[in-house]
């Protein structure tokens, strides 16, 4: 009985393994029939090269059902350069916070002369700020139109957003081409004595500009200044050009020609914005009196010997025009009251 009971459960155990072992059943026959739409799709994609089709709007890509490309852009900005410019942004905040931490804001070391020099003209100011001011402003409008969708959405609703980025995208497209101008007005005015001196700029720069300890000489604008201006002027000039590839899609741009010149300028005018906070921060938080220079046209004396030595040297010696105002007695470094933003 134990014998038979046990050949019984073998027997179970080897169908088993050859129901599993066999063939699955045929899929029904509905299945095996070719999906007549696959192979038009595959075309309207133009997933296997450049079809050229037929079209009576006479424009480029006009020919083209579904661009592809199209697809693949979006994710790449949306997956990509999003992120990748927010982290650049965040990261550049968190430096500059640090430097504030561990240096403060630094002093003139021998307080204020009360003697006002001459360093920027009434066209230089006014070429700086009209630039600085359309900076800002084409800056703040291309950010809303780039991260809006990730940061803004979720504060303002998507209706919300919306208003927003449809008076940012006014604001950026016709505010551009003056930038352009803004920014050509500006390097005219500012472009000779910006010519690199590599010597002296070296030495600047290895010296870090003096912000620790070591006195760095420099002439009419240091090495830092100079990095600035070229980045701006050429970096800035990549922007406008793309941006007026953009902002005119008249010359038969296309599709391609759009998706490259955008990711030109995303990508350039986020340089711009990033290193540009470094130097807004030294122009106005990081050093005293550094930001009444471009607000009046005037430097104090010291502020011309401590940061731009050589330069005072050529003015004081060429006798330019320089203003005297009453010299007043000048309270301890840590005592003294300015006028200019604190950070």
């Known amino acids: 009985m134990r014998i038979h009971t046990l050949l019984m459960m073998v027997c179970l155990l080897l169908s088993a393994f050859q129901l599993q072992a066999a063939d699955p059943p045929p899929p029904p026959a509905s299945l095996l029939s070719i999906n007549p739409g696959t192979d038009l799709w595959r075309e309207v994609r133009q997933r296997d090269g450049e079809i050229e089709g037929i079209s009576q709007v006479k424009s480029p890509g006009a020919n083209v059902l579904v661009n592809v490309s199209g697809q693949s852009w979006r994710e790449y900005r949306m997956q990509e350069l999003v992120p990748k410019a927010g982290a650049a942004i965040l990261i550049v905040l968190i430096i500059i916070a640090i430097f504030r931490l561990l240096r403060g804001r630094i002093m003139l070391e021998e307080g204020r002369s009360g003697v006002k020099i001459l360093r920027f003209t009434t066209s230089q100011r006014a070429a700086h700020w009209t630039t600085a001011i359309l900076f800002v402003t084409l800056g703040l409008t291309g950010l809303t139109l780039l991260l809006g969708r990730k940061f803004l959405i979720p504060v303002f609703g998507a209706e919300g957003f919306g208003s927003i980025a449809v008076a940012a995208k006014f604001l950026h497209d016709y505010l551009g081409p003056v930038f352009m101008l803004a920014l050509t007005w500006l390097f005219i005015l500012f472009v000779r ?25 420099s002439g009419r604008y240091n090495a830092g200044e100079k990095l600035w201006f070229w980045l701006a002027s050429i970096v800035g000039l990549a922007v406008i050009i793309s941006g007026m590839v953009l902002d005119f899609p008249i010359f038969e741009q296309t599709r391609a020609t759009m998706e490259f010149y955008h990711w030109v300028h995303s990508v350039s005018a986020i340089i711009l914005i990033v290193v540009s ?21 005037y430097c104090d004396a010291n502020w011309a010997k401590e940061h731009h030595d050589l330069w005072y040297e050529k003015v004081k010696d060429s006798g330019e025009p320089v203003a005297q105002t009453q010299a007043q007695a000048s309270p301890a470094p840590g005592q003294r009251e300015s006028t200019e933003p604190s950070g």
């Open 193 to 217: 004595d910006n010519i690199p001196s590599p010597k002296l700029d070296l030495q600047w720069l290895l010296k870090g500009g003096g912000l620790f300890g070591k006195h760095a000489s």
């Open 277 to 297: 906070f470094g130097h807004i921060y030294m122009g106005t938080a990081a050093l005293e009196a550094t930001f009444e220079v471009m607000k009046t046209g």
